[in-house]
């Protein structure tokens, strides 16, 4: 049974960090490629960022581009997302995802606020 259980999210000031990190199980994690979606209040999920199987990146949206970045542990079957800079517009439920399993975390909340 595939898990994603997302963690790291809190409360952070305009202008910090936060590493969120998804920890999956129930698959052979290294081949696969994983994504980190996010969804701010009355708005749609969007792709934030990917990661294929090599480990190559891809960096979804414009406005995190040179502040967010995505990475892999494939020996810890988990995947992160550091965020630097952070803004207020950040705020959203992050969630990790496996696209091609159709398989989603529960997600964790970002809050940007001063």
């Known amino acids: 049974q595939v898990q994603l259980v997302e963690s790291g999210g809190g409360l952070v000031q305009p202008g910090g960090s936060l590493r969120l990190s998804c920890a999956a199980s129930g698959f052979t994690f290294s081949n696969y490629a994983m994504n980190w979606y996010r969804q701010a209040p009355g708005k749609e999920r969007e792709l934030v960022a990917a990661?294929?199987?090599?480990?190559?990146?891809?960096i979804k949206l414009d406005s995190v581009k040179g502040r967010f970045t995505i990475s892999r542990d494939n020996d810890k079957n988990r995947v992160y997302l550091e965020m630097n800079r952070l803004k207020p517009e950040d705020t959203a439920v992050y969630t990790c995802?496996?696209?091609?399993?159709?398989?989603w975390g529960q997600g964790t909340q970002v809050t940007v606020s001063s």
């Open positions: 995802a496996v696209n091609s399993l159709g398989s």
């Open positions: 990661i294929d199987d090599t480990g190559i990146i891809t």
